[in-house]
Structure formats: C-alpha cells, structure tokens
Nanobody
C-alpha cells in the first residue's frame, strides 16, 4: 500500500514562509492528481491545492496568491510553498492522492507571533 509522509511544518511568525514536502513511497509519475489539504481545530478538512498530470493546478481562493503546489516526479515528492502566512493558516496539513483515499499523517503548521 502506498505511503505518504509530510515534512516541513512548524511554528512561523505571521508574514513568514514554509515549504512542506510530501514524500510518496511509490512513483508518482502516473498519479493523475495529488493534493494538499488542511484541517484547523474544530473545522472540516478543506482543499488547499491540487495538481494534475500536465501541471494544471487548483487552489482555494484564500490561498491562491500565497501558496504554490509543485511536484517532482523524479523524487516522488509533492511540495507546498506557503508565503505570507497568516494566523488563520494554522492547521494540520495533509497530502493525498486524490480519488484513491491515500493520506499522509499530517504536519502541524502554526502561525503565531
């Protein structure tokens, strides 16, 4: 069974940046869509961004201008670059293979001064 592992979370001040990584145990070359999701305490999990084969991306409106999703097929890794972070971005961030139900364990991102 494919495994996903997220890295790169932590504590950052408002306005700061973080880059999350999602390492996949199998080749992602032919995985149609991979995404990043987040779940804040007491809230439902929501889509942050996803990317399909060919590079088309989708972002949640509140993150479109600040976050960037990329994938490196050679490294079986998906990244999420997060800039201009806000306290409301505080959440556990998960990566997933869309449509398959494969999820990582999540990484905590806390934005606070």
């Amino acid at each position: 069974q494919v495994q996903l592992a997220e890295f790169g979370g932590g504590l950052v001040q408002p306005g700061g940046s973080l880059r999350l990584s999602c390492s996949v145990s199998e080749s992602i070359l032919n995985i149609y869509s991979m995404g990043w999701y987040r779940q804040a305490q007491g809230k439902q999990r929501e889509l942050v961004a996803d990317m399909i084969i060919g590079g088309r991306t989708t972002y949640a409106d509140s993150m479109k201008a600040r976050f960037t999703i990329t994938r490196d097929n050679a490294k079986n890794t998906v990244y999420l670059q997060m800039n201009s972070l806000k306290p409301e971005d505080t959440a556990v961030y998960y990566c997933a293979i869309d449509g398959v139900g494969s999820w990582g364990q999540g990484t905590q991102v806390t934005v606070s001064s």
